[in-house]
């Protein structure tokens, strides 16, 4: 039974990335879930899998090394998915120190780790035994509005302290597999959207906000443009690149899915009244009027878009879910669980939320 890391997991890519595992490989594979539980990290999102016999969980910071070799030593190891970071660019621009702390020196812990665990006496690697560490497109910078596209080969211009923490982080992991033919791959993946998603990121505060009629705040002129990909797929391509992928590579990941904010936000608001019932008393507060403008995000990225042609190319993966059918899932996903968003809302939330938003 192989053994799987994952850090992060619980997370929105991580959980979701977790059930994506067990509904695949069921009792084939072992998964451990290393996680701080932050703010974003929440054990509801896995209740469902909790009580599995080849599920585990380990309360632990990446950052603290002991815990993570301890993690190695007790177990085989021989798959590392690295989700753990902060992950939210307002964040970083109000707070960066935490993002270097757990994003590069995390990531570099997780490294010695491994290394530490998988390494012969040769200098080579026990065979099979793999790390994969999750990144993001915005480690490339920002496209023009008019065009081209992110491939693996565009030189690393990030902008927000987010970006810049994870561009080391990715440098580090490169660095480990030239140095020491450790062997790695790294993913660069667009926005995600779909269950599970904290209500600080774009698409579920919108849907938020707007089912208790609050405004809607966007930034700028709202044409900053995204790629977004329904999450499952993103899970679906990380699985691909780590058994099909060839090693030391990076592959792009990417939905072929530009939208503008704005449009994203006309899309949430229309679905939202189509699925609503007329009996439901929120459906008539849900108008275009709840649309504000707002200042802009410091050093606002314009545009991202991926070009997934090598991941596809060479592993077979494509985006399959379209925007049309992975926004009705998620939406009827928070309809569903308006339990699990009650509770993320609650306590330090609305904190963030006044800091994040009250004089903007
Ligand atoms: P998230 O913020 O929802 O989850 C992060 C998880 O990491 C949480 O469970 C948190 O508790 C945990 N964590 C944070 N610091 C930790 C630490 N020091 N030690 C252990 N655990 C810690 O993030 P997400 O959106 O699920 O993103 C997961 C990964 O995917 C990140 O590396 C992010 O950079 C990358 N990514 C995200 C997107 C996106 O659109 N969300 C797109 C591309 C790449
Ligand atoms: O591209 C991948 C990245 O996507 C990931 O690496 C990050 O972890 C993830 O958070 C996401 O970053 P973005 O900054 O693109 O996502 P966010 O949801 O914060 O914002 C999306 C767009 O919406 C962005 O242009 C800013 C805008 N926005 C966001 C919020 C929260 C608003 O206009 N209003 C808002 O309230």
Redo the contacts with the bound molecule.
Sequence with gaps: MRTYLVTGGAGFIGSNYIHYMFKKYGNEIRIINVDKLTYAGNLENLADIENRENYTFIKADICDTEKINAVFAENDIQRVVHFAAE????RSIKHPEVFVKTNVLGTLVMLNAAKAAWELPDGSFKPDHKFLHVS???VYGSLEEDGGYFYETTPYAPHSP?SAS?ASSDMLVKAYMDTYKFPANITN???NYGPYQFP????P?MINNALHGRKL???GD?K?V?DWLYVEDHCKGIDMVQEKGRLFETYNIGGHNERQ?LQIIHTILETLREMLPDSDPRKAGITDELITFVED?KG?DRR?AIAPDKIRAEVGWYPETTFEVGIRKTIEWYFEHEEWMNHVTSGDYQKYYDDMYSNR
């Design positions: 992950s939210h660019v307002d993001t497109d915005e987010y994870k993946c667009s926005n600080e990121k774009l698409i505060l705040p966007v930034y709202g900053n995204r904010n995000r606002h991202y």
